[in-house]
């Protein structure tokens, strides 16, 4: 599974790909973080608002950093589908 992970400032970005890694590690999935803090890549799926968390291509979450509990439902919701 690859996580995009946006973020209009690098701690922001870190701490938003920390929470995605600790989400995977709690429901052992295996993920690729890619870490952007370009607006140009984020408007390449489809939004403008940092920060966000784009699951295999698709937005799912964007304007705030969700918490570890929601990230997991977001991956869970993924791997049931893959």
């Known amino acids: 599974m690859i996580i995009h992970v946006f973020?209009?400032?690098w701690d922001q970005c870190e701490e938003?790909?920390?929470?995605?890694?600790q989400a995977a590690l709690e429901l052992?999935?295996?993920v690729n973080?890619?870490?952007?803090?370009?607006?140009?890549?984020?408007?390449r799926f489809g939004t403008g608002i940092m920060p966000?968390?784009?699951i295999d291509?698709?937005?799912r979450c964007s304007g705030?950093?969700?918490s570890v509990d929601e990230l997991k439902r977001f991956l869970a919701r993924e791997?049931?589908?893959a």
């Open 52 to 54: 966000a968390v784009a």
């Open 28 to 30: 052992d999935v295996p």
């Open 16 to 21: 938003l790909a920390t929470k995605v890694a």
């Open 57 to 59: 291509g698709s937005i």
């Open 64 to 66: 705030r950093i969700p």
């Open 33 to 43: 973080i890619e870490k952007h803090d370009d607006l140009e890549d984020l408007f």
């Open 79 to 81: 791997r049931c589908v």
């Open 7 to 9: 973020g209009n400032r």
